[in-house]
């Protein structure tokens, strides 16, 4: 017993005893508008049909508070992963009357990773592996202000005969204060209820809904639109009305045709499983392959790489990477040969030489190009230019004639 409601396992099969196991798990999600008695031979129908039963039931209050559900939904999918581990089956959820919102909105929300806090990813995709099918019975109900009333007391209280008038101012004052929770919390979550259950598409199982023509409490207009809003989304829906049943009483009114239609959907739950493993079975082996290509690519582009970084040795070597040596003048690597260096020489830049004056070939440029005797000339030396000196002028004659005169002696 937690807080919230309770988890217990209804029956489960001995392994010891029957060497196959159970087919599967049945999470049956219970309400208190279902009493312990009604609930039981739903445990029995899917026991015998090979089922173990995990009974999840909530109390009343617990649709009202979010906290609540969600407590009592960790403790569920403890109980469900811990399972599972030991021997991964297939998975129904069963949810009768006002149970979707009770607890079972939050397992989905838990799984698919919508809301905080988040149990570990393995075991959610553990649990959305192995879900198989949902099974609505008498539901899911539309949580409005108008439905309040109806649960506004005990489904024990509320079959009695004559209520006294005590009773009477109860259920009254119940049902203002769940108005006023309506008007300032509770209308803010229906969205989100309903979010969820319509997100279980995602996990690819089918649905399975039970109802009545004459159900007050989950009207057929609510049930017809459920339905057609799952279809939308790509889910497999099959319905099944009856004229006259009770909420919630299907099966006590329609046990053959109930314990039928019932076995039937848990065969397709089991090829379902089936279904899902091999997809499972085609994805790891993909995985594995794509893996070993990878592999097989990075060992390719090493190997490459470490053929890209080699130095030719010999003349067997056909694969030469260019090098920027020779241009580093700071290069001492002691490995190139001495017809590189060699080589690497020969590109050094050019010294500026000079031509000293006094030297042989100095004096014989100096006679040859500067004339000694020219006529209104006044030759003299007045300075050094890089350490040589230099003839400047002082005046000259305009003449056509000196000037003819000067220009043949430079010639000479």
Request: glycine share 6%; net charge neutral; hydrophobic share 35%.
């Amino acid at each position: 017993m937690i807080g919230g409601g309770r988890v217990y396992w209804g029956k489960k099969a001995d392994r010891e005893m029957d060497d196959g196991g159970s087919n599967g798990v049945v999470v049956i999600f219970a309400w208190s508008s279902i009493n312990e008695s009604h609930l039981a031979s739903f445990v029995d129908l899917y026991s015998s049909l090979g089922w173990n039963s995990l009974v999840c039931r909530a109390d009343f209050l617990t649709a009202f508070y979010p906290e609540m559900a969600l407590s009592l939904a960790f403790h569920l999918l403890a109980e469900l992963v811990e399972e599972l581990k030991t021997r991964p089956c297939p998975v129904i959820f069963l949810a009768f009357s006002g149970a979707p919102k009770a607890c079972m909105y939050k397992v989905l929300q838990v799984i698919m990773g919508d809301c905080e806090p988040q149990i570990h990813p393995d075991d959610s995709q553990l649990v959305r592996n192995c879900l198989s099918g949902h099974v609505y019975d008498s539901g899911p109900l539309d949580f409005t202000s108008d439905l309040n009333t109806k649960f506004a007391l005990h489904p024990s209280i509320r079959r009695m005969s004559v209520p006294s008038r005590l009773i009477s101012w109860m259920a009254k004052g119940i049902s203002s204060g769940l108005d006023g929770l309506y008007l300032t919390r509770f209308e803010s979550q229906r969205s989100e209820y309903w979010q969820a259950l319509y997100s279980s598409v995602e996990i690819g199982a089918p649905y399975l809904i039970l109802c009545s023509e004459n159900d007050e409490l989950a009207p057929h207009q609510v049930i017809s639109s459920f339905t057609h809003q799952l279809q939308e989304l790509g889910g497999e829906v099959k319905v099944v009305k009856w004229k006259n049943s009770p909420h919630a009483g299907h099966y006590t009114h329609n046990p053959i045709q109930y314990r039928a239609v019932i076995s039937n959907f848990l065969e397709k739950a089991i090829s379902v499983h089936l279904h899902k493993i091999r997809q499972l079975g085609e994805r790891a082996r993909t995985h594995d392959e794509i893996s070993e290509l990878i592999c097989d690519l990075q060992k390719v582009a090493v190997d490459s790489n470490q053929s890209l970084k080699r130095v030719a040795t010999g003349p067997s070597d056909h694969f030469f990477l260019p090098s920027s040596a020779p241009y580093q003048s700071n290069n001492t690597d002691p490995s190139s040969s001495q017809e590189e260096q060699g080589e690497r020489s020969s590109f050094r830049p050019l010294q500026p030489t000079s031509i000293n004056a006094n030297s042989v070939l100095g004096q014989f440029l100096f006679d040859s190009c500067v004339p000694k005797n020219i006529e209104g000339w006044d030759i003299r030396f007045g300075g050094c230019l890089n350490g040589q000196p230099y003839a400047t002028c002082s005046s000259r004659k305009n003449s056509n004639r000196g000037f003819k005169k000067q220009l043949l002696r430079s010639k000479l």
